[in-house]
């Protein structure tokens, strides 16, 4: 029983193209987040949404486009792929907006060509 | 702004050594301080964590207490197992608002046999 899924867990894809990561939480949660992790393991928050509201939002290119369809969900789409959008994107939930405690996805490791 | 200062790794022990990993904070208020682990291409996991001064955060044999005189959240083991082989990042979350994690640039330690 997955908390929290990603897919896909690994993604290969030219520069200039566009693609999406899903994340889907079965743990009742109302926020979910998104985060980048670098190559050297540096990880940073991108968005966070509660209840379906944007509620966090860092300093990320337009290019990145976060959706949350309902509650259980929040996908992550990017237009125009960069060489340096290359990482490993976590998907993260939890209960309440103030909560620091995070359940983490498994990540997918994102390659732009 | 909020910040968290880790020491550098990576750190490499033998079974049954002794394990500190420092973390040192910056914040404004009384922020909740927490320990993550990522296990080898796994998500991060919540290890421990503490809300106020002088609590004690412990969970599988690690163990960190919350010092607002030094602003330290340094993790400790007494006796680390191979199994232990992973990266640790140190965290903060400050109280009230629409929060987020801050986290330090993580600890990667290799325990061998």
């Known amino acids: 029983d997955t908390a929290v899924s990603q897919t896909p867990k690994y993604l290969v894809t030219q520069m200039g193209n566009d693609k999406s990561i899903k994340c889907e939480q079965n743990?009742?949660?109302?926020?979910m987040y998104w985060y980048k992790q670098d190559s050297k393991k540096f990880l940073k928050i991108m968005f966070s949404?509660?209840?379906?509201?944007?509620?966090i939002n860092e300093t990320v290119p337009n290019r990145f486009s976060p959706k949350s369809p309902d509650k259980a969900h929040l996908n992550l789409h990017i237009n125009s792929l960069e060489l340096g959008d290359s990482a490993v994107y976590f998907c993260?939930?939890?209960?309440?907006?103030?909560?620091?405690?995070?359940?983490f996805g498994p990540g997918t490791r994102l390659t732009v060509t | 702004g909020n910040s968290v200062t880790q020491m550098e790794g990576p750190v490499t022990l033998s079974e049954e050594a002794f394990l500190t990993i420092n973390c040192t904070y910056t914040a404004t208020g009384y922020p909740s301080l927490f320990w993550y682990v990522q296990y080898p291409g796994e998500g991060l996991q919540l290890l421990l964590k503490?809300?106020?001064?002088?609590d004690k955060g412990s969970n599988k044999g690690f163990e960190a207490t919350y010092r607002k005189e030094t602003t330290s959240f340094h993790l400790e083991k007494g006796s680390v197992q191979v199994s232990d082989s992973a990266v640790y990042f140190c965290?903060?979350?400050?109280?009230?608002?629409?929060?987020?994690?801050?986290f330090g640039k993580g600890t990667k330690l290799t325990v061998n046999p």
């Open positions: 503490a809300t106020k001064a002088d």
């Open positions: 965290a903060l979350s400050r109280q009230g608002g629409s929060e987020k994690l801050v």
């Open positions: 993260a939930s939890s209960q309440g907006r103030t909560s620091g405690r995070q359940y």
């Open positions: 743990l009742g949660h109302d926020t």
């Open positions: 949404y509660n209840n379906k509201e944007l509620i």
